[in-house]
Structures are given as structure tokens and as C-alpha cells.
Antibody
Framework: EVELVESGGGLVQPGGSLRLSCTAS????????MNWVRQAPGKGLEWVST????????YLEDSVKGRFTISRDNSKNTVYLEMNDLRVQDTAVYYC?????????????WGQGTMVTVSS | EVVLTQSPGTLSLSPGERATLSCRAN???????LAWYQQKPGQAPRLLIY???RRATGIPDRFSGSGSGTDFTLIISSIEPEDFAVYYC??????????FGQGTKVEIK
């Protein structure tokens, strides 16, 4: 079964750090670009970051540049989101999502999400 | 940056009715890199449509997508009880950022 499982969320104080993990199973993850999408409580979806299959190309949403880093370890089928200098407005459910292999492929597989709460 | 505006914000329908959801971009989207997702409370989003008009695996044929340029539409031909949810459009033309619309809630009338 194709599956993504996120972990690493929790409660952290403003200015703190967390590392989220997304472990893939049922497919060879290094063939796919992987993404992080977040959703603040009661709000819509917000794209956060993307990493190419090789890990060579990475992209970050403007509000997290300089604070978040995306990386991957294809030997472990895992993608990471290192989050530093966390702010209250970073509070959200963070989803990992796979981008489909074909050129027109969209976010076809999603994890169940991990909650990040930034609060004093 | 591409900004997607969805309308209406809320759509109130009875089962069996037709749902028409709109997604408008502030600039032309080349090659139709437009997707639609469904999200139910407490669940992750689910891909419905990609490439503006292609149904994802396992999606019933009552869901259809169309459009090009700046105007895109998701139609649910005859809405079922399980279709009441929030729907998001997303553009994903390279390179990122890949923005989402603000969502349309389809609720039971």
C-alpha cells in the first residue's frame, strides 16, 4: 500500500525548533518530488516547501525562507522539514504530499498530517 | 505569484443537484497545471482532478474539470451525500511556489 506517515509535531515555544519527518512506503520515493503543505486551524491549505526526487532542487514559501529547511534521505525513504525560529503563525497541521510522476502529476498521495503548535 | 480566487465561498445544495465551482487565476496558467482537491473535516485532502481535466485514480465520473488560461471549473454532476466537503484548486506549474485557492465549502441545503 502506498502511504506517507508524518511525525515530529508538537508544542513548542516561539523561537523554538522542530524537525518533521515524512516516511514513505509502497513506492520508490526518490522518483518523486515531495512537498509540505500546512493548514492553520480553521483555514485553507498553504504550500510550504518542495524538494525534487534527487534532493538537488528545493523551494520554500517566502514566509519560511531562512527559517525552514527541506531535505531528504532516499536511503530511508524519508523527507524532513527542519523548522527554526518558529512563530505563532506557524501553528498548523503539516501535511506531507507526493507529487505525481508524470509532468502533469499533482499532489496524489497525502499523509495524515502532524500538528505543530507554537505557543508560550 | 499566481493568486487563485475560488467562488462561491459556500455552495448550499441538495443531494442530486449539480455543483459548479469556479477557480480564477490572476495570470494565465500555461499547460493547464491546475488541480482540484476535496477535503473532509479531520482528513487530509484528496486529489480529484489534475491537468485541469484529468480524473485521478478512483475518482467517480460525476466529477469533471474543465478550463484553460485563467478560468477553471469543477463540476459535480449529481451530488452525493459523501461529496459535501471543502474543495480547493491549486496551480502547480514549475517552478514553485504552488498556491491554493481559498476553498469552496459545499454544504447540505
Amino acid at each position: 500500500e502506498v502511504e506517507l506517515v508524518e511525525s515530529g509535531g508538537g508544542l513548542v515555544q516561539p523561537g523554538g525548533s522542530l524537525r518533521l519527518s515524512c516516511t514513505a512506503s509502497g513506492f520508490t520515493s526518490n522518483s518523486y518530488a515531495m512537498n509540505w503543505v500546512r493548514q492553520a486551524p480553521g483555514k485553507g491549505l498553504e504550500w510550504v516547501s518542495t524538494i525534487s526526487g534527487t534532493g538537488f532542487n528545493t523551494y520554500l514559501e517566502d514566509s519560511v525562507k531562512g527559517r525552514f529547511t527541506i531535505s531528504r534521505d532516499n536511503s530511508k525513504n524519508t523527507v524532513y522539514l527542519e523548522m527554526n525560529d518558529l512563530r505563532v503563525q506557524d501553528t498548523a497541521v503539516y501535511y506531507c504530499a507526493r507529487k505525481g510522476y508524470s509532468p502533469l502529476g499533482a499532489f496524489d498521495i497525502w499523509g495524515q498530517g502532524t500538528m505543530v503548535t507554537v505557543s508560550s | 505569484e499566481v493568486v487563485l480566487t475560488q467562488s462561491p465561498g459556500t455552495l448550499s445544495l441538495s443531494p442530486g443537484e449539480r455543483a459548479t465551482l469556479s477557480c480564477r487565476a490572476n495570470q494565465r496558467l500555461t499547460s493547464g497545471y491546475l488541480a482540484w482537491y476535496q477535503q473532509k473535516p479531520g482528513q487530509a485532502p484528496r486529489l480529484l482532478i489534475y491537468g485541469a481535466s484529468r480524473r485521478a485514480t478512483g475518482i467517480p465520473d460525476r466529477f469533471s474539470g474543465s478550463g484553460s488560461g485563467t478560468d477553471f471549473t469543477l463540476i459535480i454532476s449529481s451530488i452525493e451525500p459523501e461529496d459535501f466537503a471543502v474543495y480547493y484548486c491549486q496551480h502547480y506549474n514549475n517552478p514553485p511556489p504552488w498556491t491554493f485557492g481559498q476553498g469552496t465549502k459545499v454544504e447540505i441545503k
